[in-house]
C-alpha cells in the first residue's frame, strides 16, 4: 500500500519507502530510500541518493544528505549532520553553484553502528558496523568495526567485543 504523508510531513514521489516506516511530522525526505520499519523523526531531511536501510532509528533534527548509505539497524542521534561537500562554495564564476560545479563525495554507515547527538560525519569515512561514534563527535577518518570514538577530532576510546582489532582496516587508533 502506497504511504499517505500527513499535512505535515512532505514526501517527494521520488522517495522508495519499505514496508512499516514510521514517519513523524515536519520530515522532509526527496529522492531517498528508506528501509522496512526504519523510523524517522520529525525535523529529519534526508536528500536524493541517500539510502537509509532496515530498522534504523533516525532521531530528530538529524540531516542526511546526498551521497550517504546507512545501512541496517543504525541508531542516529539528534542533529547529527552528515557532509558530502569538503570544500563547499556558493559560487562559481561569480555565480551561484549548481550541481555541474562540484562532486558529491560517499559516507557509508554500517550495519548495527550508533551515532551519537550533534556528531558531524565528514565525506568520504566509513563507520564500521557496530561502531559507536560519541555525542558531539567530529569524525573526519574511518572508524574501524566495533570502535567507540569521541571527541573532536574524533579519537578511539575502547573497542567493544569483535570489533576493531580483528577489523585490519584503515582508521582511528588510539595512540594519541
Ligand atoms: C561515547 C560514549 C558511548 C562513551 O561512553 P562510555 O564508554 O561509557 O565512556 P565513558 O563515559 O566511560 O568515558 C570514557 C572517556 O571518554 C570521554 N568521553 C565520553 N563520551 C565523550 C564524548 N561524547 N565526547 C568527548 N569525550 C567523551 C570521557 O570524558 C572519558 O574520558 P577520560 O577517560 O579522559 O575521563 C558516550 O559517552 C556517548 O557519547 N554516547 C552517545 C549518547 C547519545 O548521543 N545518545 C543519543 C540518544 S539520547
Excluded at 539528534?78 to 556558493?90: E, K, Q, S, T, W
Aim: hydrophobic share 40%; charged share 20%.
Amino acid at each position: 500500500m502506497t504511504y499517505q504523508p500527513g499535512p505535515l510531513q512532505k514526501i517527494a514521489a521520488s522517495v522508495k519507502l519499505g514496508e512499516n516506516v514510521v514517519i513523524n511530522d515536519f520530515v522532509n525526505l526527496y529522492g531517498c530510500s528508506i528501509g522496512d520499519e526504519t523510523k524517522i523523526g520529525p525535523f529529519v531531511e534526508i536528500q536524493k541518493n541517500a539510502f537509509v536501510g532496515k530498522r534504523c532509528k533516525i532521531s530528530s533534527h538529524t540531516f542526511v544528505c546526498e551521497g550517504v548509505t546507512i545501512e541496517d539497524e543504525v541508531f542516529v542521534g539528534h542533529g547529527v549532520v552528515f557532509i558530502n561537500d569538503r570544500v563547499p562554495r556558493a559560487t562559481a564564476d561569480g555565480a551561484l553553484q549548481t550541481e555541474k560545479d562540484w562532486t558529491v563525495i560517499e559516507t557509508v554507515v554500517k550495519s548495527g553502528a550508533s551515532i551519537g547527538s550533534g556528531a558531524v560525519i565528514m565525506c568520504g569515512v566509513t563507520i564500521g558496523a557496530n561502531a559507536v561514534v560519541g555525542a558531539g563527535a567530529v569524525v573526519l577518518v574511518d572508524v574501524p568495526q566495533g570502535a567507540v570514538v569521541a571527541g573532536n577530532p574524533s579519537r578511539l576510546i575502547r573497542t567493544i567485543s569483535g570489533g576493531a582489532e580483528e577489523s585490519g582496516g584503515r582508521g582511528q587508533s588510539g595512540d594519541s
